[in-house]
């Protein structure tokens, strides 16, 4: 077509044929205007409008085919509309995605604020997509998850040190409870009822025993003031679980409902609900029942059974040591049975081989006894003759017959000089004197006799150190005598608390010990001192001495280094003894070939 440019808009008012309808860029060209014959289009740049073509730069005017031109607008428009479905489908796919999102979103949301909550049971399963937003859903889940395991790990890690600190308070307890311990078990049973029942919280504890025919209640807690601690056994809870002889913590819950409340008086009487109780073992028996009483329903926990017990357990201990404790003091009581029976033994076989030694000193004061005795009997005899002269001689001057009082003097003066009068004064009192000597010495070895034989009293006495050693020679002095001089170094002592019997048959064992170990004639030295609130009592010998193997030994019961027969080897096992009786000690010092010296320590207790 022909294009028509440089024109301003009086082009236009020239050439009146033009339409001047205005599209949206441009003006048509109606045909029949002119010498239009097909329609045109006319297209225009402007730059500040083009209402009335003010400003109008350029126009280019194309006169051209109304559907040639028009050809691209509809190209257009298909190319439009089909962009405009492609748009919809586009448009409607992103707002499903969107919508999906936003759910998705929402329920993410919700998630968070409910672990925000601390409730980390969430369900985030309406979340299908595959995007970030799936990822993060599922990986949002997962975190919940852990979380809520993390939590559930953290509330058992709470409980779990929560039961522990309770554990420790307990063991903290009880072990409290074992460190203030003493040496009598009973006690102890009783301070581990009043452990056992304030720990568990109970409204009373009891350990209930077998005694005969009957239970009795050695440890309690809180028990009512007319609770009575001696019952019957059958019937009784405790008895049930002694019977049952089990390992396992015994429970009894709404005891009134149960045949308890008909045949054990205490559940009524008391208002039990609950009884916890466990079988005590005690060297392989069952014996006794501990066990925690409730006015109200109690479940115990797995640590309350095993607190329990451990009690039980350390009772049972207990009562082992009481078991163990009483055997031996039945033990302790038959052994110094037997240790009397040995030493009045040992006594009876020294006294056995000083009999003949003691006969022979009873026997030295009773010949001159008897002698004198002899004696007096002649002069008693003489001195009765002279007295009934001497009565007549009276009556005669009482009656006033002088005539014959001259015979009855010269019968008077014979009977003085043939009895020797003068003589008969002069020796009854050195014979009395003698007599009574000799009498007082078998008094004396009498009285040492019935001392070393007989048994010990049970309590202590006053009594003198040197006064027991001098007893002790007497009744061994003829054994001592012929074989050795005895040197007495004594120095005042103060009377001490002391079994003087015992001591004198320790006193014994050494010195005959020292006479046997001198072969011919020796000398045996005694001395007696005081040092340091002990009595010091020194018995030294020039025997023949002793090795180190048999001076190891001495002490031993039954050992002896004499020939067979001659020795039961306990006497200075039993010196050993009584010296250890008196709180005091023994030591020995010895050579072969030199003697030996015991020395004897004894505390001044209770000083007289």
Known sequence: GRFIYGLGHKFFESYPYLSRIQGASGYFMEPGYGKATRPAFIAYVHSDGFRNFKGLNWIILLNNDKNEVLLPIVKIKGFILYYLLISAGAAIFIGTIILLSLKSLGLLQKAVADVSLSNFNIDVSGVKTKDEIGDLARAFEAMADNLQKTTVSCDKL??????RKRLEERLVRLNDCFLHFGSEP??????????????????YALYNRL?????????????PPDYNPLDKLQGHICYDVINKGSDEVFIVRNLPQTAYAQTDSNVSRYQLMTYIGKAIRCCGNYVGSLCVLYQKDFIPSEEDKNFIRVVASAIGIEEERLFTQNSLNDAYIKLKATEVHLVQSEKMASLGRLVAGIAHELNNPMGYVLSNISTLDK??????????????????????????????????????????????????PNLISETKEGINKIKGIIQDLRVFSHAEKVDKTYADINACIESTLRMLWNEIKYKADVVKEFAPLPQIPCYPQDLTQAFTNIIVNAVDAIAQHGTITIRTSEKQDNVIIEISDTGAGMSDEVLSRIFEPFYTTKDPGKGTGLGLSITHEIIRKHEGEIRVFSKLGQGSTFIISIPIKGRS
């Open 158 to 163: 709470v409980v779990e040190i929560d039961e």
């Open 186 to 203: 009973s006690e102890n049973i009783k301070r581990l009822t009043e452990v056992c029942g304030e720990i568990m919280q109970a409204d």
């Open 211 to 223: 005694q005969g025919e009957f239970l009795y209640s050695l440890g309690q807690w809180h028990t």
């Open 379 to 428: 002069y008693v005899s003489a001195l009765l003759q002279i007295m009934q002269a001497y009565h007549r001689y009276a009556l005669l001057l009482k009656e006033g017959r002088l005539s014959d009082v001259e015979a009855a003097i010269q019968e008077l003066d014979r009977l003085k000089e043939q009895e020797d009068f003068s003589f008969l004064l002069k020796d009854m």
